[in-house]
């Protein structure tokens, strides 16, 4: 277990809506961001996963909105690993988007998986990748199944766990 890796932004122009507030997507995209500044945190980075022939890919997103945003702001966002399957070719991360004040303004969890480039295929990565993995999990992380292998998209919606 680890301490919780953050990224910090601040709301731009371009980042709000109509409304005046950080527009939905956005929240995604700064959980996106994270998520790979938290891979480079634990040393691996772009050129280092092309090395070893890995990329992460994203199988889905939830997300719940609860506060607004609003221009010029500073967030925090978090990355936690809470589920992570036995083979660790599949992991669910929990991002939590800070206000400045701390108030959570929005709770996203995304499942990802690790892609073999060769091969095209969701595959457990390689030992040092698993080790850096392991070594981020959350404390209430827990371990999710693996009956996401099937790339056939009328299996139905993605669902890691029954933990929401």
């Not at 500073?74 to 669910?92: K, P, T």
């Not at 295929?121 to 390689?126: K, M, S, V």
């Not at 827990?142 to 790339?151: D, E, K």
Request: overall charge negative; charged content about 25%.
């Amino acid at each position: 277990m680890s301490d919780i890796f953050t990224k910090s932004f601040e709301v731009r122009w371009d980042d709000t809506d109509f409304n005046g507030h950080l527009r939905n997507t956005r929240y995604l995209e700064y959980a996106g961001t994270a998520r790979m500044h938290h891979l480079m945190s634990m040393g691996w980075d772009v050129r280092m996963l092309r090395k070893v022939g890995f990329a992460p890919i994203l199988l889905g997103d939830e997300i719940s909105y609860r506060r607004e945003v609003y221009l010029a702001e500073r967030v925090d966002v978090s990355c936690e690993i809470v589920g992570l399957s036995s083979d660790r070719a599949r992991w669910r991360m929990r991002h939590v988007v800070s206000r400045e004040d701390g108030t959570a303004a929005a709770v996203a969890h995304c499942l990802c998986a690790w892609l073999d480039v060769e091969t095209r295929r969701i595959a457990p990565p390689p030992a040092g990748l698993q080790e850096a993995m392991e070594a981020a999990r959350a404390e209430d992380c827990v371990v999710i199944g693996s009956q996401y292998a099937s790339s056939d998209s009328a299996s139905g919606p993605v669902r890691a766990s029954s933990e929401a």
